[in-house]
């Protein structure tokens, strides 16, 4: 640990921090699905919801998701599409993929029970850092940091640590300082206070720090630069990529869809054909897409005019796609699948898809 955090360490209450802390959150805290026991595999699955994703968005997943998977051998001998089914509009679908294979390992290697060792749990598939101390802490006790954005926020203020927590190499910074403040005694409610005063009281913007219940060990309020905190650098902009996509339908009304590779962005998921445009062909939205149903699938089509547009922002990508209908006239090859539209539901789709089919509707019902 650096002198600077050493030094400031050294003249802070770390007991009357911890109680202040414990004793709000044991008063105020949320009444949440995920908190009505310490179940490792319930901390574990709402930790990795809880990844990129708002608490209120998370809430009936999460529900959802332990009624259709009680246990981690319920998951674990799952079928895949049916978890990305249970998934579906969550988003980050990796989180899952990971998850379950995560679970299969704990069902083969474990007996089925979450290891509770640093050095096991750290193991698993999709377990970072902050996943292994979340899981440790708030289940089995264990004074172990889980550091996420939420909790360096809160921390870089408490401490005053100017440094960028966009960085990797500052979580170290926040995980010494952790392990120097939080509870031996109870280390779950500590840390789930953490995460909790950030949520609620420490936020990103305009804290309100009159109703903190540590604003009295708080540095950043004492010398009035809480608004100045935390240090984190600017994101690169996502890229925008213009994209074309066809809802193609027989007439008998059965839809063909497409399933995307087993790995790389959105993996696994199912889809309607789309590619993405080339600027300098000289060839249509249009025209480029039926050249591309032609080859990929071999899929004899006429095209309708534009029948909408979707826009989909990922962290790092943009998708602006258009979307055209068009009565397929042949067989296509295996790369695509016909479905009926009552089978429709039990696939998997990503949000911007589940849009296009939506525009779809809209069309057929006008």
Not at 74 to 101: H, I, P, T
Not at 237 to 261: E, F, T
Request: glycine share 4%.
């Amino acid at each position: 640990m650096e002198n600077d955090l050493q030094k400031k360490l050294s003249s802070f209450s770390i007991h009357a921090f911890q109680d202040d802390l414990i004793n709000w959150y044991l008063t105020e805290k949320r009444d949440l699905p995920w908190r009505k026991d310490q179940d490792p595999y319930k901390v574990w699955v709402s930790e990795i919801m809880l990844q990129q994703t708002r608490v209120d968005t998370v809430i009936p997943y999460f529900t959802s998701f332990i009624e259709k998977f009680p246990t981690i051998e319920a998951l674990a001998d799952a079928n895949e599409e049916e978890v990305l089914k249970a998934w579906e509009g969550l988003g980050y679908y990796s989180r899952v993929r990971n998850l379950q294979s995560a679970v299969k390992e704990v069902k083969e290697s474990y007996g089925g029970v979450v290891p509770n060792s640093p050095q096991e749990i750290s193991k698993l598939k999709g377990v970072g850092p902050y996943t292994k101390g979340a899981i440790l802490s708030i289940a089995y006790n264990i004074p172990e940091p889980a550091v996420d954005g939420n909790v360096m926020r809160v921390l870089s203020r408490i401490l005053s640590i100017w440094e960028d927590i966009a960085k990797p190499k500052t979580r170290k910074t926040f995980e010494d300082a952790t392990y120097e403040l939080i509870s031996k005694d109870d280390p779950s409610s500590f840390n789930q206070a953490l995460m909790e005063l950030g949520a609620l009281i420490c936020t990103p913007t305009s804290p309100s720090c009159l109703l903190c219940p540590v604003r009295e060990h708080c540095t950043a309020f004492e010398e009035g630069v809480q608004a100045e905190l935390p240090i984190k650098s600017k994101k690169k902009k996502p890229k925008p990529l213009q994209m074309a996509a066809a809802v193609l339908h027989d007439s008998d009304g059965n839809l063909y869809i497409h399933k995307r590779p087993s790995t790389g962005l959105l993996a696994n998921l199912w889809e309607h054909p789309n590619l993405e445009i080339v600027a300098t062909t000289g060839k249509t939205y249009r025209e480029q897409l039926a050249d591309y149903l032609q080859i990929e699938y071999e899929a004899k089509v006429e095209l309708s005019e534009l029948a909408g547009t979707v826009e989909h922002i990922f962290s790092h990508l943009i998708w602006n796609i258009s979307i055209f209908i068009a009565e397929v006239k042949n067989i296509p090859n295996e790369n695509l699948v016909a479905v009926s539209t009552e089978e429709l539901s039990k696939y998997a789709f990503p949000v911007s898809h589940q849009k296009i089919y939506q525009i779809y509707k809209g069309q057929n019902l006008a």
